[in-house]
C-alpha cells in the first residue's frame, strides 16, 4: 500500500480499500482487520461529509496528506475511522464501515464483551474502532510509515463480489451509491436509512 494508491478520489479508492488489512499493534497484543465495507466522503462537495462546509480544528486531518487516520466521535458515543485520501489540501477520506477481524480475535472480544459473535466484532464503524483499539489518540496517524496502526495489502478481491449502494445513516447526500461491500459477507453491517433522509441529487 502506498500513497498514490490512496493520493485519488474517494469514491475510487473505497472499493479497493475492501480486502486492505488495518493492523494495530499495542502493549495488550495485535488486532488486525480485513476490510469488508466502506463508505465514501468527497469534502466540500458532499454535504454528507465533515468537510462540506470547509476546513475546521475537527476535520482538519481529512485536507491531507492521504494515507493518514481521520477518527472522529459519532453522536458521543462510537469512534468511527477514516483514511485520508485525495490530493493534499481537498478534503476527501473513506469510512472503515465493517471487517472480519483474522488475527487478535481474543483481544478484540476483549474490547467488545466475551459474548459477540465473530461476525460481529467489527461490524459497524463504531464496532470496528473498539474491536481495533482506535481512539481520538490515533487522529493523525500516518497509515503508511509504520506506527502503531497500520494499512496494508490484503488478498485481491474479485470485483464480482464487490456491491455498491447508498450510505447509511446519514440524513444528506444519503442515496449517493458511495457504499462499498464483499456480498454475502457476513460481517457487513444491515442497511439502516436515516428518519431524516431526503432524496438528493446522485453523485
Known sequence: MNV???????EEVAPELLGAILTHETPEGTVSITITETEAYSGTADPASHAYRGRTPRNAVMFGPAGHLYVYRSHGLHWCANIVTGTDGIASAVLIRAGRVIEGEDLARKRRGAKVESPRLARGPGNFCQALGVTAEHNGTDLLTGASVALSEGEPVPAALIRVGPRVGV????????????????????????????????A
Request: no cysteine; proline share 8%; aromatic share 12%.
Open 171 to 202: 440524513s444528506r447526500a444519503h442515496d449517493w451509491q458511495h457504499r462499498f461491500y464483499l456480498a454475502g459477507d457476513p460481517t457487513v453491517s444491515a442497511y439502516r436509512l436515516s428518519p431524516r433522509a431526503k432524496p438528493s441529487a446522485g
Open 4 to 10: 498514490a494508491f490512496l493520493a485519488r478520489l474517494a
